[in-house]
């Protein structure tokens, strides 16, 4: 069966400091994944999306950016945090036609 | 006009009473629809697809509306363990296949 995992789970980090969120699905082969950002009390934000390795979309400029170095495999990356950059980020992935699944998220706090 | 719609409630009912959320989508070519159930500060996790004709599963009821573009989830017997909160997700097809959240309808049930 399919399974994603993402981490860490909870990250403190200053202000200004870099930034490297990684998720991984195992039990697919060329899933579309796709990163999510949940601030509090809000609805989902679709940060970036990618349909193959090295493919990434970017949906919302900012100072975020994602990698796909390999198929299964998706990176989130900052090289500087910002104070509203805090929130709950979320991997997900499908195949095609069919719903998503979500990583357990990584809440991230920023000082 | 947003995209997918949804009151965000909160919907506060009693143990054992019906209830019925619906989303209204605003892409008339919209393809697929689901609802996911979020728990708070968790990820979001896949109730039901919405199928053309309708389909239950268990004490949850979901149903389509192409005509009027909305789709809306029924809860029968609600539970404490229901509360949460509901997200409609609607996606297209082709290049419009990334999937669109709602912002969430939440309920409470109470004893």
């Known amino acids: 069966s399919q399974t994603i995992h993402q981490w860490p789970a909870t990250l403190v980090q200053p202000v200004g400091s870099p930034l490297s969120l990684e998720c991984t699905v195992e039990g697919t082969s060329n899933p579309n994944l796709y990163w999510y950002r949940q601030a509090a009390g809000r609805g989902l934000q679709l940060l970036f999306y990618s349909v193959g390795i090295g493919q990434i979309s970017s949906e919302v400029p900012q100072n975020l950016s994602a990698s796909r170095p390999q198929d299964r495999q998706f990176i989130l990356s900052s090289k500087k945090l910002l104070l509203s950059d805090s929130g709950f980020y979320l991997c997900a992935w499908n195949l095609p036609n069919q719903p998503q699944h979500f990583g357990d998220g990584t809440r991230l706090s920023i000082l | 006009r947003k995209e997918v719609e949804q009151d965000p409630g909160p919907f506060n009912v009693p143990e054992g009473a019906t209830v019925a959320f619906n989303c209204t989508y605003s892409n008339s070519a919209s393809q697929s629809f689901f609802w996911y159930r979020q728990d708070c500060r968790k990820e979001p996790k896949l109730l039901m697809s919405?199928?053309?004709s309708g389909n239950e599963d268990g004490r949850f009821t979901a149903q389509l509306n192409r005509a009027s573009q909305y789709i809306s989830l029924l809860i029968r017997d609600s539970k404490l363990s229901d509360s949460a909160t509901y997200l409609c997700v609607v996606r297209g097809s082709g290049g419009s296949y990334i999937p669109t959240f709602g912002r969430g309808t939440s309920l409470i049930v109470h004893p």
């Open positions: 919405v199928y053309s």
